[in-house]
DNA sequence: TATAAAAGTTAGAATAATCTAATAATTATA
DNA sequence: TATAATTATTAGATTATTCTAACTTTTATA
């Protein structure tokens, strides 16, 4: 199969290409703290393997066949962040690193094992989808935080980066998966809110945390 | 710390070094399934970084931190077959491949997760001593069946290689550890036995066979 | 003990993944 | 648009791991 290497790569490009799927080599160097020449020779052998679109001086994007590999690497990187939350008992903000490693490894059996365990889950602990077995995924329609108004009432449906500093930062403030936020204010000069939630009757969110946080309108 | 190819080189001389602790760079070879000059080189790798005692044309043994190192290793892969099969539902002749893979885990945190939801088990599914976590493990003194004789009653310890054929051929004789097996008589031809135990009046074990099978004498 | 076989070593090459330095193309800015 | 900054590529080197072919040492055998 690929290599860790190319796998995390694959990944990689994934993660970055949200929308119009392009990624830069330059953006990916950085992703992955690599130098620009050492991406660039990997792009010519994903693209000889038929992973990427590739052309010189453009933006490359993941071929329909390297969607596919990206989504079923990702898949076993979220049932494993949920297999360690759920079957484990570690924190949200303790998976990431693990899930990077176990990722890699070759066995279906494993995996389906997880899988069944689970019970078949379609979200992991941050709140992102787990791809099906042929690779597909989708993302309910969720809105920033940062980009409601005073007054509306959301549900705190998933993290847009799940960095183990920003995860223990919610921790600290008890904002937990589910949670419904009332938005009290939003402050004119620097986009600072101020929320309600849980037994929280005023709390504050820098437009930076906001921004991390997905919601979903609550009727 | 040490690559994962290190790691499994490490492995395979804690293995094959049972007791004097020497072995040849022909063992290891066969063992790896490498070709000679390739072990070679990396043994020359090993005793530069002090995890072994090389010398030409001589065969080769662990030093104390190449020993700790192995056994630290072989302690993550035996954990990890256990936690498959009690928390998990694998089989014990489904576990040994996805071990080798998990066991280069870097994460204390996982194995430390492992070790307190298994309540700290001293043995593996095939009955062999997980070390504990400063590299030490102590084998009980267990008797091969093949060394007893007519008239013995025993119990099936621990199986000294646990490749899936054999464990497939015990489970295909509903022989599993703790079983006590009464030794009926040995053919003196070709040492083949002849046992009952469990609810099989009569069952033969070939020599070859009775010299994988781990047993503890019962009074 | 002389020869043959087996085991071990050396030399040189290949592949994967990375780097630095230099160069080229593209994009932004004055 | 000319120049500067940014981004991308090429060339060449490095490290890790492996290989084949040739040679040496040790061990077994006649
Ligand atoms: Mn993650
Ligand atoms: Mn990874
Ligand atoms: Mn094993
Ligand atoms: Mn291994």
Chains 1, 2 share one sequence.
Request: proline share 4%; charged share 25%.
């Amino acid at each position: 199969m690929y290599s860790q290497t190319e796998e995390n790569y694959l990944k990689a490009l994934f993660n970055l290409g949200n929308h119009k799927g392009e990624v830069n080599v330059n953006e990916l160097s950085r992703e992955l703290d690599l130098k620009m020449p050492t991406v660039n020779s990997m792009m010519k052998k994903l693209a000889e393997k038929g992973l990427i679109h590739y052309e010189s001086y453009k933006p490359v994007r993941l071929s329909e066949k390297g969607k596919k590999e990206a989504a079923l690497i990702i898949r076993k990187h979220r049932l494993t962040e949920m297999f360690l939350v759920e079957k484990m008992g570690f924190g949200w903000d303790e998976v990431h690193n693990i899930a990077e490693q176990v990722e890699h490894i070759q066995s279906p059996e494993f995996f389906a094992k997880m899988d069944e365990l689970l019970g078949f889950p379609k979200i992991d602990p941050h709140g992102s989808p787990i791809p099906d077995q042929s690779g597909k995924m989708a993302w309910p329609e969720y809105i920033k935080l940062s980009e409601c108004k005073a007054g509306d009432t959301v549900r705190f449906r998933a993290v847009t980066h799940s960095s183990d500093e920003f995860l223990k930062f919610l921790n600290s403030r008890e904002l937990l998966l589910g949670t419904i936020i009332h938005i009290q204010s939003v402050e004119p000069f620097d986009n600072t809110f101020t929320v309600s939630y849980g037994n929280r009757a005023s709390a504050m969110l820098s437009h930076i945390a906001a921004e991390k946080l997905l919601t979903e309108k609550v009727s």
